[in-house]
């Protein structure tokens, strides 16, 4: 289906790769007028290229979700473009570091710096944007949708201590701010992705091993494949469609059945 999201305007933070440019590129496709944004501006703009968007249908802008004044100009940007807001899309996201040879680090083991920088990026990042949408949304007489990028680790045990306490308020966010905001029209959802082979994930996708590391990404999903970027682009997008008008709330696993448990016997 072409054109579900035709004539809304979205901010999507996060956008120069991973999920957020796989979001700009799907998202373009049926007919978003966008914002990309990412702290990263060349990337950006390379989203923004490879997305093939018709003349003026997505704009670059540069943005750190930690700044609660560059979400605000990145919204702004949006009205000022487009004339509206209609959705903001909550992707950015960091995680720790892994170990080169070993894996994720163990909680004891973080810098405090380190840590604090995950968590104003992963919480903060989702509040401002939610803050900043909010404020445009009640300008414009309500209505609007919030999506928000979570993980699988908000909800079991996987992807290390501190990555997934952050995702888990993320989720907790989503529950509330669903409820604090339905009485003006905005729906709040969240996407909850499993093992997907990203710049963030600590892996390089560009790597010559990527075929191995994507195998052993799907031996943890019971459908048996890693989570293409594109998979959580297009359940984000479902989410703040109007085929979800009556869906808040919600955190939605993306994660080939990882969730849902495991199989017993042959």
């Known amino acids: 289906m072409q054109g579900l999201l035709e004539g809304k305007v979205a901010v999507i933070t996060g956008a120069g790769s991973g999920v957020g440019r796989a979001a700009v590129k799907l998202w373009a496709e049926h007919g978003a007028k966008i ?36 979400v605000d100009a990145a919204v702004a940007l949006a009205v000022a473009t487009f004339g509206r807001l209609d959705v903001i899309y909550n992707n950015a996201g960091i995680t720790v570091n892994p170990v080169p040879g070993v894996g994720l680090r163990k909680l004891v083991d973080l810098p405090h710096d380190e ?105 943890a999903h019971p459908l048996g494949k890693a989570i293409d970027p594109a998979d959580t682009a297009a359940a984000a997008m479902f989410l703040v469609s109007d085929l979800a008008s009556n869906i808040t709330g919600v955190s939605l696993p993306v994660d080939g059945g990882l969730t849902a448990g495991r199989k017993v016997g042959g």
């Open 35 to 70: 914002i990309a944004a990412d702290i990263n501006l060349p990337s950006a703009e390379e989203s923004v290229q490879l997305a093939g968007a018709q003349q003026g249908q997505i704009k670059a802008v540069q943005c750190n979700v930690a700044d609660p004044d560059s």
């Open 115 to 219: 840590m604090r920088k995950v968590e104003e990026v992963n919480i903060n990042g989702v509040v401002f944007g939610a803050q900043a949408a909010i404020r445009q949304f009640d300008k414009q007489g309500g209505g609007g949708a919030i999506v928000n990028t979570a993980s699988v680790a908000g909800m079991i045990g996987y992807g290390g201590v501190l990555y997934g306490a952050t995702k888990g308020a993320v989720i907790a966010l989503t529950r509330t701010l669903a409820i604090e905001v339905a009485d003006k029209g905005i729906r709040v959802n969240s996407v909850c992705p499993a093992g997907m082979l990203t710049h963030y994930s600590g892996m390089d996708p560009d790597s010559e091993n990527k075929d191995k590391i994507l195998e052993g990404m799907g031996k």
